[in-house]
């Protein structure tokens, strides 16, 4: 089992930055990945942004170059650095944990995460 809790989310103005954590516990050995996702009201849940085993990172186009997925072994942390937020970046956003490696392509998938935080709100205002 792996617990996740988000924090860092908060009201910041257009062109501002925000720094979200992922604090993970439990057998955090077990995880292979870790994402972020968003979730808008009304909207379904969909990808930010992905870490997997030998650094590889992934993307959805919308933040590519504004965000940046980190982790800090340390501390059993992610981190994910946004910057120069948009008001279509107001979402809430969740941390997550993959148990098992896959394709490259599949890390942007919901459903291939198996652990979960309870999410941290952002709103970015124009």
């Known amino acids: 089992q792996v617990e996740l809790v988000e924090s860092g989310g908060g009201l910041v103005q257009a062109g501002g930055s925000l720094r979200l954590s992922c604090a993970a516990s439990?057998?955090?050995?077990?995880?292979?990945?870790m994402g972020w996702f968003r979730q808008a009201p009304g909207k379904e849940r969909q990808f930010v942004a992905a870490?997997?085993?030998?650094?590889?990172?992934r993307y959805t186009d919308s933040v590519k170059g504004r965000f940046t997925i980190s982790e800090d072994t340390a501390k059993n942390t992610v981190l994910l650095q946004m910057n120069s937020l948009k008001p279509e970046d107001t979402a809430v956003y969740y941390c997550?944990?993959?148990?098992?490696?896959?394709?490259?392509?599949?890390?942007?998938?919901?459903?291939?995460?198996?652990?979960w935080g309870q999410g941290t709100q952002v709103t970015v205002s124009s």
């Open positions: 997550a944990a993959a148990r098992s490696s896959m394709s490259w392509w599949e890390y942007s998938r919901v459903s291939k995460y198996d652990y």
């Open positions: 439990g057998r955090t050995s077990s995880a292979d990945a």
């Open positions: 870490r997997w085993s030998g650094n590889r990172t």
